[in-house]
């Protein structure tokens, strides 16, 4: 871990993520919450006694985009380490082990905040709720990171939400560039991308390799001006069941997916996509199949066969 010829280094939040069903009670006690809704640490904590009061069928798993992600390079074979902040408890000390678990190398910073969780609830008539803590995840935003997080060679990963520090997620990219990583961003949310597209598309063009978008995502910076047709970024747009696409300087390339899956709750595909991806990406491969590398591994994360530590 850490020591590969190939390898990802994944900054951004890491969470606890919760995925399952709301029970009555719970979906009582969202009440008329938007989805995603962002609540503080007392009140998840309240939510997370009721799932257990009511015993709902819940998977916990480390998360955040860039847990995601690491779980699914590390079936690929590739070197990947974790960078973000959890808190000083119980459920730090967890997803830390997860991400062991996984075969990824966690670089955890500590917080005197609680480590934050990620909840997917289903709920009755098939929408899905949305509750977010976000505790001690944003703390890698303020964290000094190390020159031996920088390894030639190697992808530089980067949670989109991390826009909302530009001067330090700025410098990152810098010294990753020096250092000779190749730089990719996910978007992470459609609400990133509507509060901080001016920020994502200039960092986009001027620091990336690689940028990852959903078709909501892209819609919103395609709104907002779009890509620049003269920097040399590719903005890979991961359009679920129909594929993936490419757009370089105005040039398109698509790859269609190659099954079609019945979707429950479908939290890291995007991720694992991504992974997929990069790994082909650092063996030189072509576009198109770096494309349908993405989708072979966000497929296997659909099936259910990457580990969920």
Partial sequence: MGSGKRGIAAVGMVLLDGIGAATAPIAASLG??????????????????????????????????????????GTLGLS????????????????????????????LMKSPLSTGVFCSLACEGGSRRIVVSPGAAPGIMVAEI???????????FLDGLLAAEPEWLES????????????????STPGNVAARSE???SFAARRCDFVFANEAEFRLVSDAGGPDPAADTAWVLKRGERGAALLRRGALVEEAAGE???????????????AGYLGAALEGLYDRECLRRGN??????LRNSLPNA
């Fill in 32 to 73: 008329d919450l938007p989805t995603p809704a962002h609540i503080d640490a007392g009140r998840m904590a309240d939510i997370r006694e009721l799932l257990r009061a009511g015993r709902a069928e819940m998977q916990w798993r480390a998360g955040g985009g860039v847990s995601n992600l690491a779980r699914a390079a």
């Fill in 80 to 107: 990947v380490e974790v960078w973000g902040c959890v808190g000083d408890d119980a459920d730090g000390e967890w997803v830390e082990a997860s991400l062991s678990r996984a075969g990824a190398c966690p670089r």
């Fill in 146 to 156: 190390p020159e031996s997080a920088l390894h030639r060679g190697w992808v530089l």
């Fill in 172 to 187: 990152l990219a810098k010294r990753a560039r020096a250092a000779g990583m190749l730089v990719a961003m996910d978007l």
């Fill in 199 to 201: 920020t994502l598309l």
């Fill in 260 to 274: 079609r899956l019945t979707l429950g709750d479908d939290t890291g595909a995007g991720d694992a996509f991504a």
């Fill in 296 to 301: 072979e591994t966000a497929a296997a994360a």
